[in-house]
């Protein structure tokens, strides 16, 4: 199966960016639609955001601030995170799916990493 791990999450101030990153072992991420999903305490799992081999996605809460990419040569996904606010805080997952769509619902999804912790201080 596809294991995928996230770093880059930690602590900064509002206004400030972070960058997340995927590191997939596998199948190349090339072969799937990639995303980022979030969980802050108390609330459910909501989409960040996605990209397939032709588009990317995004919510509504980020589109603006964030942007996903990807560099296939590394199998990695990345998550630009810029001007967060407090409301960002929360446990970033990084997610695959074997399809060719950009589900908005986790239950679609067929692999998960571990999460990396985004805090947003004011």
């Known amino acids: 199966q596809v294991q995928l791990v996230e770093s880059g999450g930690g602590l900064v101030q509002t206004g400030g960016s972070l960058r997340l990153s995927c590191s997939s072992a596998?199948?190349?991420?090339?072969?799937?639609?990639m995303g980022w999903f979030r969980q802050a305490p108390g609330k459910e799992r909501e989409f960040v955001a996605a990209?397939?081999?032709?588009?990317?996605y995004y919510a509504d809460s980020v589109q603006g601030r964030f942007t996903i990419s990807r560099d296939n040569a590394k199998n990695t996904v990345y998550l630009e995170m810029n001007r967060l606010k407090p409301e960002d805080t929360a446990v970033y997952y990084c997610?695959?799916?074997?399809?060719?769509?950009?589900?908005?619902?986790?239950?679609?999804?067929?692999?998960w990493g571990q999460g990396t912790q985004v805090t947003v201080s004011s």
């Open positions: 997610a695959a799916v074997r399809a060719s769509y950009a589900y908005t619902t986790p239950s679609r999804w067929d692999y």
């Open positions: 990209t397939t081999w032709s588009s990317v």
């Open positions: 596998g199948r190349a991420a090339s072969s799937y639609t």
